[in-house]
């Protein structure tokens, strides 16, 4: 129940507390990050805060939610669309990594979501697994037709590169974003050349053989 003082001036708004609460993990990290913390930068009361979530964890989760729908859904609705999987496959890999350059939170969502498994990791799980499956059914499709070489298995090479992306987070400094492009580029050809390159050793090595 909110507070009759409170009661006087407008709620906050849901996605201001998200917000302050994101800039509050970031710089903090999930576990360190209190509900005292977060109702004290966004300047309400616990009440407040449960009005509109159940616990910091339901807050993590809506603001991981958030994020899926207007970033991620969209990014993967678009790649969806694209009927050449080779095509398919480098739009992935640039705008993926785009993402990523562009959303420091991603770092803290992504890393604690799967470190917590619980109802809400099973939701956010379901979401990021239609990427995953995404990428992983292109690079299928092109390894059928030959375009890639067809002794990688599948599977780890989409999660090698979800890997290699996401772990941009990490090392990449955000008042940079004149650099996004080129590290874009950068992790397309890396990892085209590598899937590329492998076939045509392959196939040289097939028409030796004959």
């Not at 003082?5 to 201001?16: A, G, I, M, S, V």
């Not at 509050?24 to 990050?33: K, N, V």
């Not at 694209?82 to 959303?103: A, G, M, N, S, Y």
Request: charged share 30%; aromatic share 12%.
């Amino acid at each position: 129940m909110v507070s009759k003082e409170e009661d006087k001036q407008p709620l906050p708004k849901k996605e201001e507390i998200l917000r302050v609460a994101m800039e509050l993990f970031l710089d903090q990290g999930y576990s360190a990050t209190s509900t005292n913390a977060i109702c004290a930068a966004a300047g309400i009361n616990k009440p407040t805060l449960y009005y509109y979530f159940k616990s910091k964890r339901h807050l993590f989760f809506e603001s991981h939610i958030k994020h899926i729908q207007e970033v991620l859904k969209p990014y993967t609705a678009r790649a969806a669309t694209i009927e050449d999987p080779w095509e398919r496959l480098t739009f992935i890999i640039r705008e993926f990594t785009k993402i990523i350059c562009q959303h420091p939170e991603l770092r803290v969502l992504t890393h604690e979501s799967l470190s917590i498994k619980d109802q809400y990791f099973e939701e956010i799980r379901k979401e990021w697994k239609k990427h995953y499956l995404l990428l992983l059914n292109t690079i299928s499709e092109l390894q059928s037709s030959g375009t890639i070489a067809a002794d990688f298995k599948p599977s780890w090479v989409a999660l090698l590169l979800l890997g290699m992306i996401t772990w941009i987070t990490y090392w990449f400094d955000y008042n940079r974003k004149d650099q996004i492009d080129d590290i874009a580029e950068t992790a397309l050809k890396v990892t085209l050349f590598g899937l590329v390159e492998r076939e045509n050793a392959l196939s040289a090595k097939r028409k030796e053989a004959v």
